[in-house]
């Protein structure tokens, strides 16, 4: 089986994990959320949109390019190519982290206050810096264990990330209590530093693992010195895919930074006052969306798979295996969003009202169940389209579902308030995966 369907073998060791992570990452969320009240939440994730910011300008695109180049070792077993593959992404990406990382520590306060439309954000971010070469490690080296399809490495360490960073938390948040200390949401921030470094470590020793297995096999170590000229040529590779992903991810990620930021200071164009938007910013993105979001580790996890086996077939001319994994993605994931959608609206409201004490949560989880469908459709159709080479489309249907969103943060939250929101998000989502199913059509029909 693990040789004639890697996809099933790589997908269920990603989907356990996953809800496993998700499952932790659940209450974790419902610890928050009780401790910190809906405007920490709000608060803390006001940070989202610098970590999704740095992270696409740094280590995304490059992720992906050593996952697509280094996918043919299965078949070549050219270890010591897809290991000179793997440095000097790896090298390359840490430049860029260690810039990144040094500007937000330096320029916290005026990204808080003139970015972030909010002074109290400037600690967090200055916490946050020191995550972002540490998430770069893991990154590049989960970009090298996708491409050859082991995912046990990839999951073990998004697995000890959550375990680690829930526990830290829980523990500086009793210790404080203890000695009579009040909680502030500045230990959500410690504990994400803390996960990301108990990450890294797992990937370096497992990286380290593999290589020195393989190289007292296959005299590896005098081999993987790279020559300038090889490096300079690898360098071009990767960049070659990494930039334009990077690029339009960068300007995807800006865009959603636009929207997060802006949710909050329309939401007092409605009539909210500060503290009243971020209570209910935090109620939608801390308690309702991780909810909705919980069984997407299922396709998430097809998701990450299917690119570098389509960019093999698409690379072989296997249209017929296109063709299969583009029809059982949309079936399994039509059915699986129908049932999530059923699921979330007989239950939306009591979850809401039960796991987080909050009947706003579970009135938002009702109107949003109708996402599931599409936004399970859409992440697997812009796999299977980043494994066909078609980067320009999912940029271009990505901007065009985050610009339908702004058009309904800026004109419908003034008006209708965070209702406005929702409805943007259904439709944004609906308009994505229509644009998706047409753009790998002719693999639907018949051949």
Same mark, same amino acid.
């Given at each position: ?25 659940? %209450?974790?969320?419902?610890? #928050? ?6 405007? $920490? &939440? ?8 610098? #970590? ?8 995304? *695109? ?9 996918? !043919? ?13 793997? %440095?000097? $992404? ?19 306060? &005026?990204?808080?206050?003139? #970015? ?5 954000? /400037? ?15 893991h990154s590049c080296i989960n970009g090298y264990f996708y491409g050859i399809r082991k995912t046990a490495v990839p999951s073990l360490t998004q697995l000890t990330e959550q375990i680690i960073r829930v526990g830290s938390v829980y ?16 230990? /959500?921030?410690? $504990? ?12 370096? /020793? ?7 297995? @393989? ?23 990767? #960049? ?12 995807? !990620? ?19 006052? !500060? ?6 910013? *935090? ?18 996890? =097809? ?5 570098? =086996? ?7 001319? !296997?249209?017929?295996? =296109? ?24 239950? $939306? ?35 299977? @389209? ?5 980067? *320009? ?6 901007? =065009?579902? @985050? ?16 209702? *406005? ?12 995966? /229509? ?13």
């Amino acid at each position: 089986m693990k040789k004639t369907n890697p996809l099933i073998t790589g997908a269920i060791v990603l989907t356990v994990t996953g809800f496993a992570s998700r499952f932790i990452g659940f %209450f974790y969320r419902i610890f #928050l959320s009780r401790v910190f009240g809906a405007e $920490g &939440m709000g608060i803390y994730q006001l940070t989202s949109p610098v #970590l999704a910011l740095t992270f696409s300008l740094t280590v995304s *695109g490059m992720q992906t390019a050593i996952s697509k180049f280094v996918a !043919n070792e299965t078949t070549t077993h050219d270890y010591q190519s897809s290991f000179r593959t793997l %440095f000097t $992404g790896f090298f390359i990406s840490m430049l860029l982290s260690v810039s990144c990382s040094a500007y937000i520590y330096t320029f916290s306060d &005026m990204i808080a206050q003139k #970015l972030l439309f909010e002074p109290r954000t /400037a600690s967090l971010l200055r916490i946050i810096s020191l995550s972002i070469p540490m998430a770069t490690v893991h990154s590049c080296i989960n970009g090298y264990f996708y491409g050859i399809r082991k995912t046990a490495v990839p999951s073990l360490t998004q697995l000890t990330e959550q375990i680690i960073r829930v526990g830290s938390v829980y523990l500086i948040y009793a210790a404080f209590r203890s000695k009579g200390y009040s909680p502030t949401i500045t230990f /959500a921030v410690v $504990g994400l530093v803390i996960g990301e470094g108990a990450s890294m470590l797992v990937s370096l /020793a497992a990286i380290y693992i593999r290589f020195y297995s @393989l190289s007292a096999s296959k005299s590896l170590v005098s081999k993987i010195r790279q020559p300038s000229y090889v490096f300079l040529f690898n360098a071009k590779r990767l #960049l070659s895919l990494a930039v334009p992903l990077s690029l339009n991810r960068t300007l995807i !990620n800006f865009l959603q930074s636009i929207e997060a930021i802006y949710i909050p200071q329309c939401l007092q164009h409605y009539g909210y006052d !500060n503290a009243k938007a971020l209570s209910v910013y *935090g109620v939608l993105t801390g308690m309702a969306l991780p909810l909705i979001l919980f069984p997407s580790a299922i396709t998430n996890s =097809i998701s990450v798979l299917l690119l570098p =086996i389509v960019s093999e077939a698409d690379s072989n001319g !296997n249209h017929d295996a =296109i063709r299969k994994a583009v029809k059982k993605s949309i079936q399994y994931c039509l059915l699986l969003g129908s049932l999530c959608t059923a699921f979330f609206l007989a239950f $939306g409201r009591m979850a809401g009202t039960f796991l987080y004490h909050s009947p706003l949560a579970g009135s938002f989880i009702i109107t949003l169940s109708f996402i599931c469908p599409f936004m399970y459709i859409a992440s697997t159709l812009n796999s299977i @389209l980043n494994g066909l080479g078609k980067t *320009g489309y999912t940029f271009a249907f990505s901007m =065009i579902s @985050l610009l339908l969103r702004l058009l309904f943060v800026f004109f419908a939250i003034p008006i209708s308030g965070i209702q *406005g929101y929702l409805w943007g998000l259904l439709a944004s989502q609906l308009t994505q995966t /229509a644009l998706c199913v047409l753009a790998v059509r002719k693999y639907l029909k018949r051949p």
